[in-house]
C-alpha cells in the first residue's frame, strides 16, 4: 500500500508538469526584448524565439518595449502572469546594472525573476574610424596621457558597461578619457564621422555590421578570447590589460513566481536550440557566442556580475537617477 501511494505520488508530479508543459502551447508565449526594433538585442531575441517556436510548435511573439534603460521591459515582465508565457531577454546593462543606476525600481532584480537559463555573450568592443589615428590600444593610451581629457570616448548611457569598461581601461592604464554619452549608435556615429568624437564603444553584435562595412574599424575586444566574428582583432588582455575582459551576456527570464516545472520545461528547450548547429553558426557570424546552462547557472551569473559591477559603479561614482 505504501510503495502504491509513493507511485501515485510520483505519476501526479509527473502528470502535472507534462500537463504544465503542454499548456505553454495553448496560448502565445510573449517574449519581450528591452530595446527597439534592430538592434544586437532585437536580432538576438527574434532568432531565439524562432528557433524555440520551431523546436518545440509554440507560438513565440516577440514585443519590443524600448524605455528607461530597459526597466519598462523588466517591470512588465515582473507584474505578468507567472505560467511562463511571458518571458524577458534581459541583459547586463539592464539586469544586472539597474539596481545600481536607478534610485527608484518597480521591481527588485533577484526576487522578481526567475531566470530560465543563459542565452549568449557578446564582448564589447572599441571602435574608431578607418582612417584614424589610434592603430592600437597603445597608441590611444600614449595620445590621453599626453592630452588628458582630450580624447574622447562615446559610450551607450550613462553607467552601461561601455562607461564602466572606459573606466576600467583609464584606471588601468592611468590615464583620463572624455566619456560622452549617447543614446546608441545612430546617434553617435555622425559624430565619430564628423570627427566630434574619438573612439565608440559597444557591443560586437551592435558594431559589426559597421566593421565588416568598413564603416570603423576595432581596435579590440573586451574578452579573454577574440570574438569568432572578429578572429583578427585583438582582445584587451593581448593588449596588455588583463582586467578587461568583462563581456556582455544575455538570459531569458520569467516572472518570479513562475512554476520550477515551468522554468524545467523551458530551460531544457531553451538547451535544444542552442545545440543546432545551424543557430550557433548564425549567432556567431552574428557577434555573438552561446551560452548554455541551467538556471542556476544564469542566477550565479546575474549574483556575480551585480555584485562585481554594483563595486566599480560606486567606485566610478556615478549617481542614481
Known sequence: MKLYKKLLAVSLVLGCAAAQAADLGKAPITLISPFPPGGGTDTLTRMIGSAISQEAGWNIV???????????????????????????MAQTDNIVL??????????????????????????????VLPDSP?????????????????????????GGTGDLTGYLWRKAANMELMHVPYRGWSQAFPDLASGRIDMYVGSVAS?????????????????NERSPALPDVPTFPESGFKTINQSIWWGLMAPGKTPDDVIATLNDTLRKVQSNPELIKKLEDAG????????????RQHRADHDAFGKVVQEAGIPKQ
Open 134 to 158: 589610434f592603430k592600437t590600444v597603445g597608441d590611444v593610451v600614449k595620445a590621453a596621457q599626453a592630452r588628458p581629457n582630450q580624447v574622447s570616448l562615446g559610450i551607450p548611457g550613462i
Open 288 to 299: 555573438y557566442s552561446v551560452m548554455k546552462g541551467s538556471p542556476q547557472d544564469l542566477a
Open 62 to 88: 516577440v514585443e519590443n518595449k524600448p524605455g528607461a534603460g530597459g526597466n519598462l521591459a523588466l517591470d512588465a515582465t515582473a507584474r505578468a502572469n507567472p505560467d511562463g508565457h511571458t518571458l524577458v
Open 98 to 127: 539597474n539596481p545600481w543606476l536607478y534610485s527608484k525600481l518597480s521591481y527588485d532584480t533577484f526576487k522578481d525573476f526567475k531566470p530560465v537559463g543563459p542565452v549568449a555573450s557578446s564582448p564589447s568592443v572599441f571602435v
Open 207 to 223: 558594431l559589426l555590421p559597421q566593421i565588416r562595412g568598413g564603416k570603423v574599424r576595432a581596435l579590440a575586444v573586451v574578452a
